[in-house]
């Protein structure tokens, strides 16, 4: 089906295709696993299909709660349609529970946190998207004083990433998950509609960017499952996508 397809861009995870319509894009959802910068990387099959519907069925959701974001529709199991956006080159991060980079980066004599600490208030970090520099962290002044975005812009993505995440915080705990934290990255639409905010969120909501934790067991069901080495990522995906109510199966994998 994508062989018809003109090839613009192939990412670590995903492949964007040229649309429908000169507004919009493909975007196909591989197998790819990658980790710390590529340097680590494997192919699990059905990763692409239950990342594609996770995250369709979860911006779905997110519209119906009033965030606009670049998903049209999802037109097959590895495929979505999307609005063509100029993304932000900076990967907005909100984070509910202390571990990760957080923890490796400030966990010391002045700050002795321990991963797994809840932090007092959702807390938002900017990463700069650039794979040479391994995506550094930055901060507001950063981005305004090199043009990224505008000091408006941050202030629209800091509050839609914190709506964001209370919102699927819901989601998750009524599936008996926590979620710990999330990466978002957010665009200017390329054919602005009238009722547009300034960004909108593009990319993709799926276990590949959110570190989601069973409340009973305290297992990831997340990429940490590759990142870590502990195996049976796909069935963990696959766990959220059951508990999300979609029934996506080993058959749907191909
Ligand atoms: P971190 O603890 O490694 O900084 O990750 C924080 C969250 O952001 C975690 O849910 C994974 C996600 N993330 C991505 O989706 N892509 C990335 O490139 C990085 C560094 C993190």
């Not at 208030?121 to 962290?137: C, F, G, Q, R, S």
């Not at 054919?191 to 593009?202: G, K, R, V």
């Not at 990522?233 to 080993?250: F, K, M």
Request: glycine letters at 6%.
């Amino acid at each position: 089906m994508t062989a018809k397809r003109k090839k613009l861009y192939e990412g670590k995870a995903k492949v964007i295709f040229a649309g429908t319509t000169d507004d919009t894009l493909i975007q196909y959802f591989k197998d790819d696993a990658t980790a710390y910068n590529a340097q680590k990387h494997a192919v699990l099959h059905g990763k692409g299909v239950l990342n594609n519907a996770i995250s369709c069925h979860i911006m779905t959701l997110l519209a119906d709660a009033g965030i606009k974001h670049h998903l049209i529709r999802q037109i097959s199991p590895r495929e979505q349609l999307i609005r063509k956006c100029t993304i932000i080159p900076v990967e907005v991060v909100v984070r509910n529970i202390a571990t990760g980079s957080m923890v490796a980066r400030l966990g010391g004599a002045h700050i002795p946190i321990k991963s797994g600490t809840p932090l007092k208030t959702p807390m938002v970090e900017y990463y700069l998207k650039e794979d040479a520099l391994n995506d550094p962290i930055i901060t507001e002044d950063h981005i305004v004083e090199f043009a990224l975005a505008s000091r408006e812009e941050i202030t629209f993505m800091r509050l839609t990433a914190l709506a964001i995440n209370h919102f699927l915080r819901n989601i998750f705990h009524d599936i008996n998950i926590t979620l710990v934290d999330f990466k978002l990255e957010f665009g200017r639409a390329n054919h602005p509609l009238p009722d547009d905010p300034p960004l909108i969120l593009a990319d993709e909501i799926s276990p590949d960017n959110c570190r989601l934790w069973d409340k009973a067991t305290g297992d990831s069901k997340d990429k940490d499952r590759f990142r870590q080495d502990l195996g049976n990522l796909v069935e963990a995906y696959q766990d959220i996508a059951t508990r999300l109510g979609l029934t996506i199966t080993e058959k749907h994998y191909d």
